[in-house]
């Protein structure tokens, strides 16, 4: 089995990016994604250009923090702060919760400028081409259009096309009565939360398969994180995954084969 091993948000916070180097350099992740329109982004991209050959990719973010294209020009995307709308404030308003709804509260036309805006970004500082992209938090239909539209303008492959293509599982594709993964809101839950459990009561399902997926949010937690979002404290757990010897004896011992999207043609 070939396992692919993700972790989200790279550049989010300085905890975060600081917990995903950690699990780079000493554990079993095999891909991030970069979030550019942060503050921090050119800090982030120092440790990028240190690992010309690690899988650094771009996760698209519109519902956190300032875009990185001209606020004006993306009325629908942001505050009157000139921030992006934060997710939670969006799935409270009920046209998201149609397809007409959401084209609307997304017009293509400013979420894929914004998009090409973070792939530039990305570029400029990392001083090279991300190795894949990535979706973050909602999924709306002018949001993965574009992103698929910038995938083939680019060469760069989109994420979910290549789950789609190798056939990737993940406990996300296991049925419902099985999965356990769902996200928590209550901070006491997500302390609890036990994902490496979760692999591996889920072992023989994900050794049944050719390609496998095992992702989440590593990091460490600091103080901006907390006002950033609400998936939070569960990212050290993640953190705790990617670097547990459990999780390294069983790559080991099933003779598991670590890739990143860099394998992937």
């Given at each position: ?184 809101f209550n901070a006491i839950d997500q302390l ?13 399902y994900l050794l049944s398969c050719d390609y ?17 979002t609400t998936l939070s404290l569960e990212r ?30």
């Amino acid at each position: 089995m070939k396992l692919l091993v993700q972790g989200d948000d790279y550049g989010f916070t300085k905890g975060v990016t600081y917990g995903i180097i950690e699990a780079i350099d000493h554990g079993i992740i095999t891909a991030t994604g970069m979030f550019t329109n942060m503050p921090i982004a050119p800090w982030a991209a120092t440790f990028v250009k240190e690992r010309p050959d690690f899988c650094f990719g771009i996760d698209f973010n519109i519902v956190s923090g300032p875009p990185v294209s001209d606020p004006a020009e993306a009325p629908h995307l942001v505050d009157g702060n000139g921030e992006f709308i934060r997710s939670k404030e969006r799935l409270k308003d009920p046209c998201f919760q149609s397809e007409k709804g959401r084209r609307e509260m997304f017009p293509y036309d400013e979420v894929y400028k914004e998009l090409k805006a973070q792939y530039d970004r990305f570029v400029e500082l990392c001083g090279r081409k991300p190795s894949y992209l990535h979706a973050h938090s909602l999924g709306h239909e002018h949001y993965n259009e574009a992103i698929q539209v910038i995938s083939q303008e680019t060469g760069i492959p989109y994420s979910m096309d290549l789950w789609e293509k190798y056939h990737f599982g993940s406990v996300l594709t296991m049925p419902k009565e099985v999965s356990k993964v769902k996200k928590e809101f209550n901070a006491i839950d997500q302390l609890n939360k036990q994902p490496l459990k979760n692999v591996l009561d889920n072992s023989d399902y994900l050794l049944s398969c050719d390609y496998a997926f095992v992702g989440g949010h590593p990091g460490y937690v600091d103080a901006e994180l907390l006002s950033l979002t609400t998936l939070s404290l569960e990212r050290c757990r993640d953190l705790e995954m990617l670097l547990s010897e459990d999780f390294k004896k069983w790559i080991e011992d099933n003779h598991i084969e670590l890739i990143s999207y860099k394998d992937l043609k």
